[in-house]
Nanobody
Framework: QVQLVESGGGLVQAGGSLRLSCAAS????????MGWFRQAPGKEREFVAA????????YYQDSVKGRFTISRGNAKNTVYLQMNSLKPEDTAVYYC??????????????WGQGTQVTVSS
């Protein structure tokens, strides 16, 4: 069974930083695009960032551009989200996802269980 396991969430003050990690249980994910989504209380899940399978292209939601950076590990079955200058509105459960380059920003097939990020003011 394919698994995506996130880690690195927590509580941070506004202006601080966190780094989320996501590890895939199978090496086959090295050929998948990977991404991050988030869901705040009372809101729908939204796209945050994605990186293609090659790592050659990255995509970001406008509200996180310049603050968040997505990257892949050397083995390419891991993905990271470096979050800087965090704001209270970044508070959400963050989910790792994987699928093809074409589908990663839509409704990816594979999901992690989520990790909570809370930014206090």
């Amino acid at each position: 069974q394919v698994q995506l396991v996130e880690s690195g969430g927590g509580l941070v003050q506004a202006g601080g930083s966190l780094r989320l990690s996501c590890a895939a249980s199978r090496r086959t994910f090295s050929s998948y695009a990977m991404g991050w989504f988030r869901q705040a209380p009372g809101k729908e899940r939204e796209f945050v960032a994605a990186i293609t399978w090659s790592g050659g292209s990255t995509y970001y939601q406008d509200s996180v551009k310049g603050r968040f950076t997505i990257s892949r590990g050397n083995a390419k079955n891991t993905v990271y989200l470096q979050m800087n200058s965090l704001k209270p509105e970044d508070t959400a459960v963050y989910y790792c996802a994987a699928d093809s380059d074409r589908l990663i920003r839509g409704t990816p097939k594979y999901w992690g269980q989520g990790t909570q990020v809370t930014v206090s003011s």
